[in-house]
């Protein structure tokens, strides 16, 4: 089935206006010599129920969240997505339209977005954002190269906690830049060195990049390290977690100038790290240094509000090699998803969920602090992830949980080599009091025990 | 137009019912110092679940999209999306997957990236895939990072990419975020990569030439093998932008051609829907000279187990966290499935036979700049209708609007003065092309009869053409909750 309209019948035809005989002979500008000799060796062609069975199949191998009890985090979280996002990602109006280059035929895209636009700079407390980027990652990559076009400096200061993969990402994004990028050291309940910061950065940096929460879960001081950069003229991009955002101080507030993040928690499935969507958020001189679409209001020739993509004189199809990024086609769909999210869970709802994630961390916590042989270097202050150190191997331990169905979080160490012993544990909203409960106990049963073999 | 959501529902309105914390917050011993906490409420409309449905909902029949339309935009291979791929999709051992579970827990979605791969390098020839890029441009920049890490590895000094004038606008601007110039060239007068320009401006420090093949004037390069030939002479790399790969498949591939590097845009020829703008996906594929600069991790596969192999240590690193758009990879596997071997290059033919169709019908009325069989989509002209009656391309496409049909692209490719440019694909049918034929007579006509009519369009959709100058000189990217028509509180 290759979802093919034409019949044998009007092939003929076609062709016979063409006035061919073969289709065959549609391709006689394709060489002999580089043309495929024999059909493609690839199975199919399944029939509906065929692939059904094939596809549950091949997802029952998979041991999805909602049959194990998970504290994973670390950049992808479990949080509830209502039902009124998928159906309305779900309209085929929707998800089956191209980019909105024609305004007219596009309302609904091109509105959607200044709407989703409008609750990132609300969410984040910024002027202007842009209509979405890949994901988190790639988010941060571009704030660097865009803080860079802004100030034309290169000397780029990083949190060493930031997450491993957004470093990895930055660092693959800005080879082909002349770039000096530098990871600023942590103390030790795993925040930034304030006093590194103080003593590095200069006249040359272009660009501080933090993250906060942090990887470990620990809050920054966002707004000190804002001020040390401004007094260099450096431009601080903040990675944030949005629904971190339903309780703690918006970066707008702190003075940030670049909000970066991933939008996964706002309405999107875990999805196996993707699709989810990126959003970068700056303050309004930036504008035009932005990259990605951006869409904008103005009225049409009757006077009437209407919606187009604008500011296109940075982009890729106008400006080529000379545009901000190369950045076409972002992830609209997702980002879709966060608006209606916001829309759905509304002002209330949305504090109501941030708080839960953070509530539920720290009745975890809580719950865990009893046990004396963890160490917690974050003090207890955090949103809903934090970090644990262990008298044993973290992946002796995600094990012995594992065969209680629990997921007990992300072993650091297959990130941070030197940091040994530790895991991250993160809660959502979706964390009931028995779950939580029920990892608590297992952990406290599983460190009792080895206190006894220790003893022993 | 539609109010915006920011000026409907009611203060004190709730919505969808949100899960509250396991334990009152009272009973929970620590929280966070309030030097961190916000101080006030966020300006989000106060909305019921309905207010939101009805909203989203007459929003999305402001839209054309090809569930609606023909929608011929040349180019982006407005295929018709099966649904079966879009709930197979959902399932829940596919949406409720985190990435960091172990590898025993996610082996049926490594198989899948595994099959799927495997599927990708028999179609292409190619030796391996990467999936993580999210879109046809992130696949480009994937691509020429590797690009430049081969040449960074045999430590050959490499400085400038060789782009034809006629590419998409993303290839230039990809291969500059290498740190590469960007050296155009002209095409021929037919429309194709004129060899000799080509000899002229490579050089030794030629690191790629990017090309798409058909090109974009919709136009196999015949001449291909021997432009891979004077590149690969050079030490330079041949990039398949795979935009166009829907007039090829198992007809011919991009190893064949000599390419070295390509990306495939699933949102195009495997039939994953766009989005309105995305999510798509630009897997990335390399012959085995260029296997160990690919993005890490990979899925092999040791011992009967599917895993992620992060070993190569010369790899460009990452370009996105985690894997890729993985669902939009379930979707694309499932159309393979669906289709197969056979059903693939059944699908090239038809694609390709639907364009010379239209071009064959409408060549008497639309200058067609290159006449000769075209691949799966074919650039017509307005510089006719431009000169007699002052009826410009744009004027053509917002005409098609009143007419319940998706404007071709305009304006591109580059070298085509007011182009217009059309790709049917093949799941459309002789009924729509057929009327698409007599709309387009009818415009053509009206653009002689009565020309204002086409300048005023298009008459009949929600807003009439926009002030685009004004969007950029007064810019206004949000609503504000300090702006007079905020009405909600």
Redesign the interface.
């Known amino acids: 089935?290759?979802?093919?309209?034409?019949t044998e019948k009007?092939?003929k035809?076609?062709?016979a206006?063409?006035g061919l005989s073969t289709?065959d002979s549609?391709?006689?500008?394709?060489?002999a010599?580089?043309?495929?000799k024999k059909?493609?060796?690839?199975?199919?062609?399944?029939s509906?129920p065929e692939?059904?069975r094939?596809?549950?199949q091949?997802?029952?191998?998979?041991?999805?969240?909602?049959k194990?009890n998970?504290f994973?985090g670390?950049?992808?979280y479990?949080h509830?997505v209502?039902?009124?996002v998928r159906?309305?990602t779900?309209?085929?109006?929707?998800?089956?339209?191209?980019?909105?280059?024609?305004?007219?035929?596009?309302?609904?895209?091109l509105?959607?977005?200044?709407?989703y636009?409008?609750?990132i700079?609300?969410?984040t407390g910024m002027?202007?954002?842009c209509?979405?980027l890949?994901?988190?990652?790639?988010s941060c990559a571009e704030a660097v190269?865009m803080a860079h076009r802004v100030n034309g400096r290169n000397k780029i200061f990083i949190a060493s906690n930031l997450?491993p993969?957004?470093k990895?990402?930055i660092?693959?994004?800005s080879?082909?830049?002349d770039l000096d990028i530098k990871e600023i050291p942590c103390n030790a309940e795993f925040l930034l060195n304030l006093d590194f910061i103080s003593r590095n950065l200069d006249e040359h940096t272009s660009s501080i990049l933090i993250q906060n929460p942090n990887f470990f879960g620990g809050?920054e001081e966002v707004e000190k390290i804002t001020q040390i950069a401004h007094q260099k003229g450096a431009l601080v991009i903040n990675s944030v977690y949005p629904m971190s955002?339903g309780?703690?101080?918006?970066p707008g507030?702190m003075d940030v100038d670049i909000v970066v993040g991933?939008g996964q928690s706002l309405g999107n499935?875990?999805?196996?790290?993707?699709?989810s969507?990126g959003f970068l958020a700056c303050k309004?001189e930036f504008?035009r240094k932005m990259p990605g679409?951006?869409?904008?209001?103005?009225?049409?020739?009757?006077n009437?509000?209407?919606?187009?993509l604008?500011?296109?004189?940075r982009?890729?199809?106008?400006?080529?090699?000379?545009?901000t990024?190369?950045?076409?086609?972002?992830?609209?769909?997702?980002a879709?998803a966060a608006?209606?999210y916001?829309?759905?869970?509304?002002?209330?709802?949305?504090?109501?969920?941030s708080?839960?994630c953070?509530?539920?961390a720290?009745?975890l916590?809580?719950k865990l602090s009893s046990i004396k042989d963890l160490v917690f270097p974050l003090r207890?202050?955090?949103?809903n992830e934090f970090l644990i150190k262990l008298p044993m191997d973290a992946k002796e331990l995600l094990a012995e949980l594992?065969k209680h169905k629990i997921?007990g979080g992300?072993n650091v160490t297959k990130f941070f080599p030197e940091i040994n012993h530790a895991i991250l544990v993160s809660c959502t909203?979706?964390?009931?009091?028995a779950?939580?409960e029920d990892y608590s106990d297992k952990m406290s049963k599983i460190f009792r025990k080895e206190k006894i073999n220790t003893k022993i | 137009?539609?109010n915006?959501?920011?000026e409907k529902g009611n203060f004190g309105?709730?919505?969808?019912?949100?899960?509250?914390?396991?334990?009152p917050?009272k009973?929970?011993?620590?929280?966070?110092?309030d030097t961190?906490?916000?101080?006030k409420?966020?300006?989000?409309?106060?909305?019921s679940?309905l207010?939101?449905?009805r909203?989203?909902?007459n929003?999305?029949?402001?839209?054309?999209?090809?569930?609606?339309?023909f929608?011929p935009?040349g180019s982006?291979t407005?295929?018709?999306?099966?649904k079966?791929n879009?709930e197979?999709s959902s399932?829940?051992?596919?949406?409720?997957?985190?990435?960091?579970?172990?590898q025993?827990?996610?082996?049926?979605?490594l198989?899948?990236i595994h099959d799927l791969e495997k599927?990708l390098c028999?179609?292409t020839g190619m030796n391996r895939f990467s999936f993580q890029p999210?879109?046809?441009?992130?696949g480009?920049?994937t691509g020429m990072?590797m690009i430049?890490a081969y040449h960074c590895a045999k430590n050959n000094k490499k400085t400038k990419v060789i782009v034809p004038d006629s590419s998409?606008?993303?290839n230039?601007?990809?291969?500059?975020?290498?740190?590469?110039e960007?050296v155009q060239i002209k095409s021929n007068e037919n429309g194709l990569v004129d060899i000799s320009e080509l000899k002229k401006n490579i050089d030794k420090e030629t690191a790629a030439v990017m090309l798409t093949n058909p090109n974009t004037l919709g136009?196999?390069e015949?001449e291909?093998?021997e432009i891979a030939d004077i590149s690969h002479a050079k030490g330079a790399l041949l990039y398949y932008d795979g935009a166009n790969l829907n007039a090829?498949?198992?007809?011919?591939?991009p190893a064949?051609?000599g390419f070295d590097v390509m990306h495939i845009n699933l949102?195009k020829t495997f039939?994953t829907?766009?989005?309105?703008?995305?999510?798509?996906s630009g897997p990335v594929g390399v012959t085995k000279e260029l296997i160990e600069f690919l993005?890490v991790p990979l899925v092999d596969k040791k011992d009967n187990q599917f895993y992620f192999n992060y070993d190569f240590p010369r790899s460009?690193?990452?370009?996105?966290?985690?894997?890729?758009?993985?669902?939009?990879l379930?979707k694309a596997y499932?159309y393979?499935?669906?289709?197969?071997?056979?059903?693939?290059?059944?699908?090239s033919?038809?694609a390709?036979?639907?364009a010379?169709?239209l071009k064959?019908?409408l060549k008497k009325y639309f200058d067609l700049p290159y006449d000769?069989?075209c691949m799966h989509e074919t650039v017509f002209s307005a510089a006719r209708q431009k000169q007699e009656n002052d009826i410009s391309a744009l004027d053509i496409?917002?005409r098609l609007?009143d007419y319940g049909i998706?404007?071709p692209?305009v304006y591109?490719p580059l070298i085509v003065k007011e182009a217009l440019m059309i790709e049917p694909t093949?799941?459309?049918?002789?009924e729509?092309l057929d009327n698409f034929i007599e709309v387009m007579k009818k415009i053509y006509a009206e653009s002689k009869t009565n020309p204002q009519l086409l300048k005023?369009a298009?008459h009949n959709?929600?807003?009439?053409?926009?002030?685009?100058v004004?969007?950029?000189m007064?810019?206004?990217?949000?609503?504000n909750?300090q702006k007079p028509f905020d009405n909600h509180r």
């Open positions: 089935m290759a979802y093919i309209s034409n009007q092939k035809e076609m062709l206006v063409l289709v549609l391709f006689a500008s394709i060489p010599s580089i043309r495929l059909p493609l060796n690839i199975k199919g062609s399944l509906e692939l059904i094939e596809l549950e091949i997802a029952s191998k998979n041991n999805s969240i909602d194990i998970s994973l670390a950049g992808c479990e509830f209502p039902s009124a159906y309305i779900s309209r085929t109006e929707f998800y089956t339209a191209y980019t909105p280059y024609q305004p007219e035929a596009s309302q609904g895209t509105q959607a977005i200044y709407e636009q409008t609750y700079c609300l969410l002027d202007i954002t209509a979405s890949y994901d988190g990652a790639s190269l997450h993969e957004y990895r990402v660092y693959t994004y080879c082909g830049f809050l955002l309780i703690l101080k918006t507030e991933d499935g875990m999805n196996f790290g993707g699709p969507f309004k504008a679409r951006i869409v904008g209001r103005t009225v049409d020739k009757d009437k509000e209407g919606f187009v604008t500011l296109q004189a982009e890729q199809h106008i400006r080529r090699e000379k545009a990024s190369n950045i076409c086609s972002n992830q609209s769909l997702n879709l608006c209606v916001f829309a759905s869970v509304g002002p209330i709802g949305f504090k109501k969920i708080q839960a953070c509530d539920n720290h009745y916590y809580e207890g202050i955090f949103f594992e997921i992300l909203e979706l964390k009931t009091q779950q939580i | 137009m539609s915006l959501i920011f309105r709730e919505g969808v019912s949100v899960p509250a914390a396991a334990k917050k009973d929970i011993y620590s929280s966070i110092p961190f906490l916000a101080k409420n966020y300006d989000f409309p106060y909305l679940e207010d939101v449905i909203h989203y909902v929003l999305s029949r402001l839209n054309f999209s090809i569930d609606t339309n929608y935009l982006c407005m295929k018709y999306n099966p079966i879009e197979l399932m829940k051992g596919f949406v409720n997957l985190h990435p960091y579970q172990d025993e827990d996610i082996q049926g979605a198989y899948i599927m028999e179609i999210s879109a046809g441009a992130h480009e920049l990072l430049r998409h606008g993303t230039p601007a990809s291969a500059a975020m290498c740190g590469y960007i136009l196999f015949e291909i093998k090829l498949l198992g007809i011919t591939n064949l051609m949102h039939a829907p766009h989005g309105g703008g995305g999510p798509g993005p460009i690193g990452k370009v996105k966290a985690f894997y890729g758009n993985f669902l939009v379930v499932i393979i499935l669906s289709v197969g071997g056979l059903g693939l290059k059944e699908i033919e038809n390709v036979l639907n010379n169709y064959e019908n000769k069989i496409a917002k609007i998706h404007p692209t591109f093949e799941t459309e049918s002789k729509t005023e298009p959709t929600p807003v009439r053409r926009l002030n685009e004004k969007a950029a007064d810019l206004d990217l949000r609503w909750p």
